[in-house]
């Protein structure tokens, strides 16, 4: 399998369809663009109670294509999941507020009267699953009332839609998302996803058609389980599943054959003749009911012909040879954070910085792209900035250390916090949050500890600590601020 194409009709194809890509996101990405990894099918079962996910991974997308009957039809199809077409899917707490779920302002206010997660998220399912009683209330203040004033409502309550959804053969799913937006402060986030999970326990055990799914970050997870009782715990971890673009082979080697595959399906799915062209290089794609192109299993899974593929685009090696390194590697493992994972966005990112500076550095080039902008694409900072918008304080605990060397003493990172004011800075942006009216965002869990900060920037995967007790600091948010390394891939400014 090799690709025809002329070199500027290759370069046409890779900008318009990662341009096209990188200008939609998970509550935007339209039908024709939505891909399937096999990796994530598990996330989607409707017993499944806990979808565990870093930034980027996936959640809110996941989350929205369940509401969406379009992408639920796409996913149901492709995953060989007709149970999905059955299910009614409701939302509890999203991205998106509206009258059917709290907003952010009206938790705080919930949780400083002393509310407990429980009965706040119940009463939330419940209005969500359309219970009149609570339904014909006003505000979130009187229908916790009314569920803690009627201690058997509950329990009727479930019955009756229970009984429902046997006689009707559906799922009713209440989905909860966007846990990162709870509350400002750490432990009340964590401490209201508490209830979400108790939720999901109290459904699983009491009903087979009712059912709660959470999208959750893994750190904050941890610390939501610490509020679920330890015998409701086991119920949660034999129904939890993650979404990674990442898999281990049989050898224990990290493969990203499903980047790969994204990459190629947004190429196959553009709509233009140079797509019409890239397909046809290959018989087996096929067209689906919705109009989607489907790749040919093996452009998809296999590495080798992953790889073959991405050389007639970049060439094999990183440079003369393969003592350089090769370039289908190269991205997949430099884009890595301190956890190994590599997400969509920067990876699309990086491959779209890059054309752009072969164009600019080598527009004589006989391939689209050219290793050494392939080096320059791990520094285009995107998977910085995703972490940011979902941890504005990384931002602000990383700022001081612009300009150092990694590996660096853990004692002057401290120092450098401490010269900053970083506590005062993160108490400011916790403060500011509290008190706008914009999106929430949780902050860290301890602000005022630096050495507990750097337990959770490790835990984040924006660092890790190494043998000797040095902090270390992954290229792809090391080069996004502007620290350096002997050895390493050089920051780099935007071409413009």
Not at 334 to 348: E, H, I, K, M, S
Request: proline share 6%; net charge neutral.
């Amino acid at each position: 399998m090799s690709l025809t194409l002329p070199i500027v009709e290759l370069r046409t194809l890779l900008h318009d369809a990662l341009s096209a890509a990188l200008a939609t996101d998970a509550l935007t990405l339209p039908a024709p663009l939505m891909y399937t990894p096999g990796v994530h099918r598990s996330a989607l079962y409707c017993d499944t109670a806990v979808v565990r996910g870093n930034v980027g991974e996936g959640k809110t997308f996941w989350a929205r294509a369940l509401t969406d009957p379009q992408l639920r039809a796409v996913a149901a199809r492709e995953y060989r999941m007709p149970r999905l077409m059955r299910t009614e899917p409701v939302v509890g707490y999203d991205a998106q507020p509206g009258s059917g779920q709290p907003t952010a302002r009206e938790l705080r206010a919930l949780t400083d009267q002393g509310v407990q997660p429980t009965a706040l998220w119940s009463a939330v399912a419940l209005t969500a699953l359309g219970v009149p009683d609570l339904s014909t209330l006003t505000t979130w203040t009187e229908r916790v009332d009314w569920l803690i004033r009627n201690p058997g409502a509950m329990e009727r309550s479930l019955a009756e839609m229970e009984g429902v959804a046997r006689t009707t053969d559906t799922v009713r799913l209440v989905l909860f998302d966007a846990l990162d937006e709870l509350h400002p402060e750490r432990a009340r986030a964590e401490h209201l996803a508490s209830g979400m999970l108790a939720l999901a326990v109290a459904l699983s055990r009491q009903t087979t058609r009712l059912r709660a799914k959470i999208f959750i970050r893994p750190d904050m997870l941890d610390g939501a389980l610490t509020g679920v009782p330890r015998s409701q715990r086991p119920t949660l971890t034999g129904r939890t599943a993650d979404l990674s673009w990442s898999r281990s082979d049989y050898l224990g080697r990290m493969e990203r054959t499903s980047l790969y595959g994204l990459f190629f399906h947004l190429l196959g799915n553009h709509d233009s003749a140079e797509a019409a062209a890239f397909r046809a290089s290959w018989p087996t794609w096929e067209q689906a009911e919705d109009g989607r192109y489907l790749a040919p299993i093996e452009l998809c899974h296999d590495v080798k012909t992953q790889e073959q593929v991405f050389a007639t685009l970049a060439g094999l090696f990183m440079g003369s040879n393969a003592r350089k390194g090769f370039t289908y590697n190269y991205l997949s493992c430099y884009l890595q954070d301190a956890r190994g994972t590599v997400t969509p966005r920067p990876f699309l990112s990086a491959l779209a910085s890059a054309l752009l500076r072969t164009a600019w550095n080598h527009p004589d080039h006989d391939r689209p792209l050219h290793h050494d902008d392939l080096r320059h694409g791990v520094g285009c900072g995107a998977r910085a900035e995703e972490l940011h918008r979902a941890l504005p304080w990384v931002r602000l605990a990383l700022e001081p250390l612009a300009g150092q060397q990694v590996p660096i003493e853990e004692e002057d990172v401290l120092a450098l916090w401490e010269q900053a004011g970083l506590a005062h800075r993160l108490q400011e942006s916790a403060r500011e949050a509290q008190n706008g009216t914009g999106r929430v965002r949780t902050g860290p869990r301890n602000p005022g500890s630096y050495p507990h900060l750097v337990e959770e920037l490790i835990s984040a995967g924006v660092m890790n600590r190494r043998s000797g007790g040095q902090l270390d600091m992954p290229d792809v948010y090391r080069t996004a601020h502007r620290m350096g390394r002997r050895g390493g891939v050089k920051p780099v400014a935007p071409v413009v």
